[in-house]
């Protein structure tokens, strides 16, 4: 397998459009979570954990295809896609194993020019499947980005920055400004204690965006009930707040406190038991 060469300009983009989407699916605001960023292996581990989640969802792969150009890449992920699912997995599986904690540091550490082990080189070199996980997981064709690398000054101080790139149809910028006076949807969650009086020992969990993956970084960090990868996902739809399960161990709950519609298969758990309801 070969390496990729990465240029300080290419290291900068994808330093801020895998923090950007790390904190959009998390839920942290970017400039606070980019401010208080270090070396610490634990902080690219949690980027990781979530990062292959991403990438072990097979939608992903079919949304990725959209925005890419046509190339080889896109030839074998369209054979993937209408292939056989071993396949599929097996592919899935070999690109988020490159994405490590110990790699993701060094492009978005060491690689920015940040630390005591700062990288004096010119350009560093990367595995091929690692920049494709970067790419795969923030949504844009690096061959796009190449062709227009050229144009574009990275982002270090007294410099100007990267061209705005467009990440799919949901994708707010565009390269158009978004006004300052239009306010953020999100929510906040109240920790309650055992007696379901809300604690006012501790601040309420904000969290900004239509959709937010919520696991145990960003809800209590101590607490190993709640997976590190992603536990559920809160989504706006039509003005309405939607939760998904993401738990693998399907541990995800809502209290009951006013009437909820059932429907046939909906699993209720009373005490410990969990009960299949049917008509």
């Given at each position: ?179 300052v006076f239009k306010k953020q949807r999100g929510f906040s969650l109240k920790i309650l204690k055992d007696t379901d009086e809300v604690d006012e020992t501790r601040n309420a969990l904000q969290f900004g965006g239509e959709k937010v993956a919520l696991n145990r970084g ?62």
């Amino acid at each position: 397998m070969g390496n990729n060469i990465v240029s300080p300009a290419e290291r900068l983009f994808l330093r801020e459009n895998i923090l950007k989407k790390y904190c959009q699916l998390v839920g942290y605001a970017y400039d606070d979570f980019e401010s208080r960023l270090t070396g610490t292996i634990g902080h690219y581990e949690r980027i990781s954990d979530v990062m292959a989640d991403y990438i072990d969802d097979e939608n992903n792969l079919s949304r990725y295809i959209g925005p890419i150009g046509e190339s080889p890449l896109k030839i074998q992920l369209k054979k993937l896609v209408q292939g056989r699912d071993e396949e599929k997995k097996r592919y899935l599986r070999d690109l988020k194993s490159f994405a490590s904690a110990n790699v993701l540091r060094k492009l978005i550490f060491y690689g920015s020019g940040e630390g005591e082990k700062s990288q004096k080189e010119e350009k560093m070199s990367f595995k091929e499947l690692f920049i494709t996980a970067c790419y795969y997981y923030i949504g844009v064709d690096r061959a796009d980005f190449l062709r227009r690398a050229p144009a574009a000054s990275s982002r270090k101080k007294g410099g100007g920055t990267i061209e705005t790139f467009s990440q799919g149809p949901n994708d707010l910028s565009k390269g158009e400004t978004v006004s300052v006076f239009k306010k953020q949807r999100g929510f906040s969650l109240k920790i309650l204690k055992d007696t379901d009086e809300v604690d006012e020992t501790r601040n309420a969990l904000q969290f900004g965006g239509e959709k937010v993956a919520l696991n145990r970084g960003n809800l209590e960090p101590d607490n190993f009930t709640i997976t590190s990868q992603v536990q559920a996902e809160v989504r706006l739809v039509d003005g309405q707040w939607y939760i998904e399960n993401k738990s693998k161990l399907k541990t995800t709950f809502i209290q009951v406190l006013t009437p909820v519609k059932l429907n046939k298969g909906d699993v209720i758990i009373m005490g410990n038991k969990r009960f299949l309801f049917e008509e």
